[in-house]
């Protein structure tokens, strides 16, 4: 079985990126992390170890409010166990994609209630 290290972050869905990171950063004293990476979406924000990516409300209705919710949560891991994670997803017959995020790759799946999990790493090959 492969190893994970612990939750690397969450990804919200909000009505307002910059408000909702500037809630956190003077909240909570989170700071802004890999400015200008993916032309600014999501944004990501942390304090040590804890991390959330902030992303738009996909809601293009103007008719329907915006909701907010959790888009994913991300488990991180090192290089040689988000390969062995590939390799028993595949032997489970658990599809999944493969994205490189320029500083880190990831996988996404999803679980039996369709909620999506990412693995990822940051070592890179």
């Known amino acids: 079985m492969f190893e994970l290290q612990g939750i690397d972050h969450v990804a919200l869905s909000v009505r307002d990126v910059e408000r909702s990171a500037n809630w956190y950063i003077e909240t909570l004293g989170f700071e802004r992390r890999f400015e200008g990476m993916w032309n600014s979406i999501p944004v990501f924000i942390g304090k040590g ?43 489970r017959g658990i599809a999944f994609q493969f994205q490189d995020h320029e500083i880190s790759h990831s996988i996404y799946f999803s679980d039996l209630d369709g909620h999506q999990i990412e693995i990822t790493t940051y070592e890179l090959p």
């Open 49 to 91: 170890k804890a991390a959330i990516a902030l992303f738009p409300s996909a809601n293009k209705n103007p008719e329907t409010p915006k909701r907010s919710g959790i888009l994913h949560f991300a488990f991180g891991t090192d290089r040689r166990n988000f390969l062995v994670a590939q390799e028993e997803l595949t032997n």
